[in-house]
């Protein structure tokens, strides 16, 4: 049974820092790994999708990172801003039954 | 483009009582999702759709819950009777194909049963 996992499930950081988050999951055998941003009282706004013939994608500061055979996936955020402060999670998708499957998320505050 | 559309956006209604969330996709997107996600959690699936066909409803409480997708564009998903646990954010996210594509969420309807 594929279990996600993320840690820390909160960060407090100042203004300006590169932070890593990490994501890792039980079973290797995913067909592709996706992060999204949450902010209090809304849905999820999707922010990397990789597939798992990836090893990385990168959109403006953010840039993730995958790695099947350890089971790890990073998000690294550049030049952190209060702006960025909000929920990360990441979602696998199970490569046998497709099902997407999610992390209980980090909780981010970025500090002026 | 238009995001996925969900309401109520709260809801408030005693146990035993039923209450009945609607979604509009993205325009095109055929895989419809319903999450279940309770505080300080990840989002849980509680039913799939691809079109109007069901794809996975492992995690659904069929006992008390149920969804449709008619058309297969709207989805409405209905909790009968409610229960305390039921008390979570109910999130509807749409995607354009089933597997490879990223999934859009809706803002969420705030469940509160007392």
């Known amino acids: 049974k594929q279990e996600v996992t993320q840690i820390p499930a909160a960060l407090s950081v100042p203004e300006g ?5 990490n994501c890792s999951f039980t079973d290797s055998a995913i067909y592709n790994l996706q992060w999204f941003r949450q902010d209090p009282g809304k849905g999820l706004t999707s922010l990397l999708l990789i597939q798992s013939s990836q090893r990385e994608q990168t959109s403006g500061r953010l840039n993730a990172s995958l790695d099947k055979s350890s089971g790890r996936s990073t998000l ?14 990441c979602a696998v998708r199970v490569d046998s039954s497709y099902k997407l499957i999610f992390g209980s998320g980090t909780r981010l505050l970025v500090r002026p | 483009e238009a995001g996925v559309a969900q309401s109520p956006r709260y809801k408030i ?12 996709p993205i325009s095109g997107h055929a ?3 319903w999450y279940q996600q309770i505080l300080g959690q990840g989002p849980k699936l509680l039913i799939q759709f691809q079109n109007n066909g069901v794809v996975d409803d492992s ?8 969804a449709e997708r008619l058309k297969g564009v709207d989805s409405t998903l209905k909790i009968q009777p ?3 646990e039921d008390s979570a954010v109910y999130l509807c996210a749409s995607s354009l194909t089933q597997y490879g594509s990223p ?6 309807t705030r469940l509160t049963v007392t």
């Open chain 1, 17 to 21: 820092e590169n932070l890593v988050l």
């Open chain 2, 59 to 66: 995690q659904l409480p069929k006992d008390r819950f149920s």
């Open chain 1, 76 to 89: 690294y955020i550049a030049a952190s801003q209060p702006g960025d402060s909000a929920t990360y999670l």
């Open chain 2, 31 to 33: 895989t419809l999702y």
């Open chain 2, 103 to 108: 999934l859009h969420f809706g803002n969420g």
């Open chain 2, 13 to 24: 209604i005693e146990k035993r009582q039923s209450v009945a969330f609607w979604c509009n």
């Open chain 2, 82 to 84: 409610a229960k305390l």
